[in-house]
């Protein structure tokens, strides 16, 4: 596996595929980006190189454990599309991920040649949000628990009751009060963005969820008002889009990204 090195940590990305420009997907809180979007990269890998890096607090990445800005994991991901030397990349955000990707666009234009932002936002002022979060980390202390709210705010309901019961106990488990996760929910309570959204010139489209119940389709609307020329959609589907409309959610990406442009 290899490292790029950030003045913040030693990150750990994967490579798949090969073609220009590269496309690298940013994950978002607790899962890393191989378990976010692995089981689609094979979608894009025909024509494309695939970056899959770990920002702090995944994987095999190693920092120092400060506190998380959405900074200091956008130059992470900027060290990885660096190390791979084949810029500039389209550049794939999911939740928290969509943060991420969005201060990279604003901060370092010379990298991204557009940008997808999924079930993103952009500030912590949301009541909803805010509590949310706040009740997910309230409740890190008791794994079970942690796991089910997790879950149940990930999904519709139908996808929920589509899930056979041991496939649904094994993704509750697989939901962990990791300390990268927690991490991950602090930065979520806190990022905001709104001042650099003015300075993204990437071509840009956000894909909002209808059923989400972790990041309110209202704030990925908002996001998309806040982007100057940027293209909006949206899936019938929970938080989770990768999982619950993963097809549907590769054809909207994959349109964008292999525009000209």
Known sequence: MPFAASPSARVSYTVEGSGHPPLVFVHGTGFGAGGTFGHLTGDFTDTRTVLLPDFAGCGDTEDDGRELTPELLAEQIAAVIEAAGDGPADVVGFSLGSVVAATL?????????????????????????????????????????????????????????????????????????????????????????RPLLPRITARTLVIGCTQDATVPVGLSRELADAIAGSTYAEIDSGHVVVYEQGAEWSRLVREFVLQEG
């Open 105 to 193: 666009a604003a901060l370092r234009p010379e990298l991204v040649r557009s940008l997808v932002l999924t079930a993103g936002w952009s500030h912590p002022d949301d009541a909803y949000l805010r509590n949310h979060m706040t009740t997910w980390r309230a409740i890190s202390g008791d794994a079970e628990a942690f796991g089910r709210f997790g879950t149940l705010t990930a999904f519709s309901r139908d996808h929920l009751n589509s899930l056979e019961p041991d496939a649904l106990e094994g993704i509750i488990k697989g939901n962990e009060p990791t300390e990268g996760a927690l991490r991950h929910i602090d930065l979520n309570l806190s990022a905001d963005i």
